[in-house]
DNA sequence: GTCTATAGTATGATAGAC
DNA sequence: GTCTATCATACTATAGAC
């Protein structure tokens, strides 16, 4: 019976990412979650005991997951450089909806939002940080570059373009960045 | 009596900016914004008759109002592009108190905010655009360099230092931006 | 201009029937 | 697991005394 489908808690933790990501943390009412999920707000106290808190930080673990499998792991496979880096470009094309999408890194660090939630995702700027940096630093062994840095840079040019993009609706801002990461990172 | 000191109003607005830099559009409440203005939420709409919104684009207002003066000005100046670039640089230090505080143009796109808010930002984001763009093309005048893709990428990347910034703590991020803009905008 | 008081609504959260 | 009903609190906003 299980596994099947997916469970109404899953399904509800994507839906609540999604709300999260448009209307920000306090933005993101119970009513709206309610609806979004469609599961009322009593149920949602039945899957999340600890409430509107509790939902946000599985959104934030759903987050971690879906980076995972959609960047970190192809930044990380056996393949050249390049064809690692173009696999997480898509994946980051798809993750962010090709820049329609907020990023919870910057969602979940406005204001006194709760104790768990930016410690959370500052874990997974870092994760990225550094599967940037090694993916960097494989792709020029004996070069003198910065992979540090440039991952660093990265990650700033991405979160840069999804705040620009969303603020004029210019989506080819989004676009530009994706298609700017090889130089940035210096893979070729 | 007039003019010797700043008027409440001027002083609440900008209390105010500070609120909704720090807590975002809904997370500034008006017990907050009452709380750093002084003003007790009945005289805030005495001085803001339209409520919330009225104050957050007063906010926006005198955002514009500072970066024309620490930013905008600066590069439209009649000395070298980067004696102007310096200037501004110093200015955007200032004006994001060395990476600690927030851009109303990240803040004020998140959500369902009021209708004129996000033009508002969006106007000075266009506004920094140009002023960019002018001074790289200043700076480059025989060169083929694309003055207008420089200009949006020295945004992006002070957008995301900012965030970046805040997510980690690590403020070496917004000044290794600001230090990188000659190059971005190809100005030395 | 600032205050107290308060309206009316939305919020996050709980209890208990089914 | 989902529902209705409800709690206490916080919210934006207004009215009117001073």
New binding site residues.
């Given amino acids: 019976m299980r596994g099947k489908v997916k469970?109404?808690r899953e399904t509800a933790v994507a839906a609540a990412l999604e709300c999260f990501r448009r209307f920000g943390y306090?933005g993101?009412?119970?009513?709206?979650?309610s609806e979004a999920t469609g599961?009322?707000?009593?149920?949602l106290?039945?899957?999340f005991?600890?409430?509107?808190?509790e939902i946000a930080l599985a959104a934030a673990e759903l987050v971690e997951q879906r980076f995972n499998e959609l960047v970190i792991g192809p930044l990380q496979g056996p393949e050249p450089p390049m064809v690692r880096l173009g696999k997480a470009i898509s994946g980051l094309d798809q993750f962010y909806n090709g820049g329609r999408d907020a990023c919870l890194i910057d969602i979940f660090s406005i204001g006194d939002t709760a104790t768990a939630l930016p410690g959370r995702v500052k874990g997974i700027a870092f994760a990225v940080i550094e599967a940037f940096e090694k993916l960097s630093a494989d792709a020029n062994k004996r070069a003198a570059t910065n992979p540090r840095a440039s991952a660093v840079r990265a990650i700033v040019e991405l979160e840069g373009a999804l705040v620009l993009t969303r603020a004029t609706g210019d989506r080819t801002i989004f676009a530009d960045t994706l298609s700017r990461l090889p130089y940035i990172l210096s893979v070729s």
Avoid: D, F, Q, T
Avoid at 39 to 43: A, C, Q, T
């Fill in positions: 469970s109404s306090e993101a009412s119970l009513n709206l979650l599961l009322g707000r009593s149920s106290y039945h899957y005991p600890e409430g509107k808190e």
